[in-house]
């Protein structure tokens, strides 16, 4: 049995306390799971092009040759005529194994698989087309820098073969927060592709702790997410790199949304867009209103404890077994089992902010939800916070690109690799 209290969100390893004023049911120091990290050191099998015999000029690669103390999370470019287009980048270290890696696709670079080890020398080779024919080739040898002494923590609340609600963002967590003059590149290191193809963006959240990537609609079902968090090696301006590579593939299930309504206090549930089932609820009184606003279930617990004994309205204060518990913000709002609140349930606002259902409405909402549901709640006396939850989805999709460090296309951007 879990045990939420008021103290404050503890996010993972991060030592991250939200900065929200809490409300609602209690929020916990919960430790986040988050994909596990690939640190620098890996490498793979290369996977070449398929060159002419050099007839053109050499050309200038980056890292330049000879360059020391290169990051790990280091890309390799090359100066090309106009109109020149990369046909191979072979990258070796000094005893010949090879790395593997994509050319983005605009041509701009080419991008290890996986961080490059710290101190060690490497080899690139760059061949590059001419639109007459005409080949060309450079090679640089360079060394990465050595492993720094500080760096930030990172996470991703995405895992391998779990499939996910629709409403589901990818969110990375930073702490300490990347500096807004960092986001930019940082951002550029964070790769999405989905399947079937959906166009997307990054969010930053305001103190750069968090950035959420969404389309402009809820996901298709069945979509893939293949999600690289390419933070390894990544120099700031703080002072501290970034510290590893977090990859995972993750799958889109089913639609199935929740829409409350605090006119009627009724809860519509729809399953691929048709209405299935309508619950009473009793959300939060006026002193502590539940947020409106588009929320997304974020962590689910059969049975755990509610404990607001440190709150400092002593009308807030209590320990209560809780089942059918659903997190939808980190201030403390859940969508819950309320037994206690049965005989007002569709008709007063009672909660400390949560979502109220009956014990047999909660548990059938239960064994449904996934981990990215939506629910949206309208009405109430409070409007959501930015932050106070995955809130990616309670933005216009003009306000949320609007977040982000790089120019976004109209319609959303497509894979960068």
Not at 157 to 165: C, E, H, M, S, V
Not at 229 to 238: R, T, W
Request: proline share 8%; hydrophobic share 35%; charged share 20%.
């Amino acid at each position: 049995m879990g045990r939420f209290t008021r103290a404050g969100v503890l996010v993972g390893t991060l030592g991250l306390v939200a900065s929200l004023a809490l409300s609602g049911c209690g929020a916990d120091p919960v430790a986040a799971e988050f994909v596990p990290g690939e640190t620098p050191g890996a490498t793979e099998t290369s996977t070449p092009g398929t060159p002419g015999t050099p007839s053109g000029p050499p050309l200038a690669v980056s890292p330049a040759d000879g360059s020391k103390s290169r990051p790990v999370s280091v890309e390799i470019a090359a100066k090309l005529p106009d109109g020149g287009e990369v046909t191979q980048v072979k990258l070796t270290t000094a005893d010949g194994a090879e790395v593997k890696g994509a050319l983005r696709r605009d041509g701009s670079s080419w991008v290890p698989s996986a961080p490059l080890k710290w101190s060690t020398r490497y080899v690139a080779t760059v061949t590059a087309s001419q639109p007459d024919g005409t080949v060309s080739e450079g090679a640089s040898t360079f060394t990465t820098m050595a492993k720094p002494g500080s760096m930030i923590n990172s996470g991703l609340y995405l895992f391998d073969d779990r499939t996910y609600g629709v409403a589901m963002p990818v969110v990375a967590e930073f702490h300490p927060g990347i500096p807004e003059k960092d986001r930019a590149k940082v951002q550029k290191r964070m790769f999405v592709q989905t399947d079937p193809p959906q166009p997307g963006a990054w969010h930053w959240v305001g103190n750069g702790t968090q950035a959420y990537y969404r389309a402009p609609e809820y996901w298709k079902p069945g979509t893939m997410l293949s999600v690289r968090i390419a933070l390894a090696g990544i120099p700031l301006s703080n002072g501290r790199y970034g510290n590893v590579d977090r990859t995972t593939t993750a799958k889109i299930g089913s639609a199935f949304e929740m829409k409350v309504a605090n006119s009627d206090k009724q809860m519509r549930v729809y399953e691929n867009g048709k209405l299935v089932r309508t619950l009473p609820v009793s959300l939060g009184k006026k002193k502590t209103p539940s947020s409106s606003g588009t929320l997304v279930v974020m962590e689910k617990k059969e049975s755990t404890v509610f404990d607001t004994m440190d709150d400092p309205d002593p009308d807030n204060r209590y320990v209560t077994d809780i089942d059918f518990a659903q997190r939808i913000t980190w201030g403390g709002e859940y969508i819950h089992a309320a037994p206690w609140s049965e005989h007002v349930q569709g008709r007063q606002n009672v909660s400390h902010g949560c979502v109220n259902v009956s014990m047999a409405d909660a548990r059938w909402l239960f064994q449904r939800t996934k981990i990215g549901d939506p629910i949206t709640i309208t009405g109430t006396e409070r409007k959501l916070a930015a932050g106070n939850g995955w809130t990616a989805w309670n933005l216009s999709w003009s306000d949320f690109v609007k977040g982000s460090a790089l120019p976004v296309p109209e319609g959303g951007a497509g894979p960068s690799l």
